[in-house]
């Protein structure tokens, strides 16, 4: 298969046509099939990465705290299980993880202000992603997690926006205890202490 | 930053579409009414701030590190799922 161009797309050279035919047939700059446009990235934090237009998904305000991103694709890593990273097209250093809320929060029920419906355009509710953001902490050989309940991250699947949405009039918080496991290096101190030299 | 005095029942215009109202002031707490297009989201700076702080830190994230990135496999595009229906509400 031929190598991307420059541009981030794929074609298809004549090199790629058995050399008996590569002589009578001209192939054409655009491939019969309608395909969309690849976009090719090397992201720092998970390697090559490819996504196409209708892949994008538009936060036209921004973030808390990066208010200036506005394109960003959603993608899971092999290494990070039930996590979908927000990555930023803009800064591709930025990748935020969100999770479901529901896997561990199975009564988690968020009221939408009407300014989040109206501004996203939702109109039903299968319309929309609900997803929350996930912040690790290491001290002390643990690693503590958390996830803001308060304020969900809501796409519209549809329209492919989305919007972190603040909850209103609600007892959820932004640090709401996950998980508190020990670091590996932790564990086996611990289990050497124990069991000493066998 | 610009800095105005109002006296109790006065009010601010931002923009076209923005009105602050001073509704109450009693000793150290003034209540402020807010009239805005339901579009616009109002909150507690505060609340913001610490949602902001939550949201720099996850951005980086200790949650995989170079070594596991290295080893495993590219990143794959994530398919996105509708939330519950019976789970979510609008605030009436």
């Keep these: 298969m031929n190598m991307n161009s420059a541009l981030g797309t794929e074609t298809i050279s004549s090199s790629d046509m058995p050399n008996n035919l590569s002589k009578d047939v001209t192939m054409e700059s655009t491939t019969i099939r309608q395909t969309e446009v690849r976009h090719f990235v090397d992201l720092p934090r998970f390697g090559s990465f490819h996504y196409t237009d209708s892949e994008t998904i538009a936060f036209p305000w921004g973030l808390p705290g990066f208010a200036d991103l506005r394109r960003f694709v959603v993608l899971t890593s092999p290494s990070t299980e039930n996590v979908i990273w927000l990555q930023s097209l803009e800064r591709l250093e930025i990748a935020i993880p969100l999770t479901d809320p529901w896997r561990m929060f199975g009564d988690y029920s968020p009221s939408l202000p009407e300014s989040a419906l109206l501004s996203l355009e939702i109109q039903a509710p299968e319309d929309f992603a609900i997803m929350n953001v996930l912040v690790a902490e290491s001290a002390d050989g643990e690693v503590r997690q958390f996830l803001n309940l308060l304020a969900p991250v809501v796409i519209n699947l549809k329209k492919k926006i989305g919007r972190q949405v603040m909850l209103e009039g609600t007892t959820y918080t932004v640090r709401t205890p996950v998980a508190t496991y020990q670091t590996e290096a932790e564990t086996i101190d611990a289990f050497e202490a124990h069991h000493g030299d066998e | ?92």
Aim: proline share 4%; no cysteine.
């Design chain 2, 1 to 92: 930053m610009l800095v105005l005095s109002r006296k109790l029942n006065q009010s601010i215009m931002i923009g076209d579409d923005v009105e602050i109202i001073i509704v109450s002031v009693d000793r150290d707490q003034v209540k402020l009414g807010i009239k805005a297009p339901r579009e616009i989201a109002v909150h507690r700076s505060e609340v913001y701030q610490e949602i902001q702080r939550a949201n720099e830190s996850a951005a980086t994230s200790i949650l995989e590190t170079d070594d596991e990135k290295l080893e495993t496999g590219t990143a794959n595009p994530a398919v996105l799922r509708a939330a519950p229906k019976n789970k979510t509400t609008k605030t009436p």
